[in-house]
């Protein structure tokens, strides 16, 4: 994948295969390339161009939170962590208010 080293810069039919043409600073492969006419910029070490996806083509879905089932009830597990955590310390406050009153 590499031009004659004692050719001038100069644009050439890109090696890479995913552009008309690339530019060929006489030494190594650079980043500027070439189709119909338009300038662009394209990495020359990917083996592989990169694939935008289609505007009409819906996104992936995001990956779901995990989850924790609480009688019957989906609860998040930062939510289910703080409703116990809240508990603690009620049950604490009502023992130590007890505790005072004796």
Not at 1 to 10: G, K, L, Q, R
Not at 40 to 60: F, Q
């Amino acid at each position: 994948m590499s031009a004659n080293p004692e050719s001038e810069a100069a644009w050439h039919t890109d090696p890479f295969g995913r552009h008309e043409s690339r530019w060929w600073d006489g030494t190594k492969w650079t980043e500027k390339v070439r189709d119909q006419g338009l300038s662009g910029i394209d990495p020359p070490g990917i083996a592989v161009a990169p694939r935008g996806v289609p505007l009409n083509e819906p996104a992936p879905p995001l990956p779901s939170r995990r989850t924790v089932r609480l009688f019957g009830r989906r609860l998040p597990g930062a939510m289910l962590l703080a409703s116990v955590a809240l508990v603690a310390v009620i049950v604490l406050l009502i023992v130590a208010l007890a505790v005072a009153m004796v």
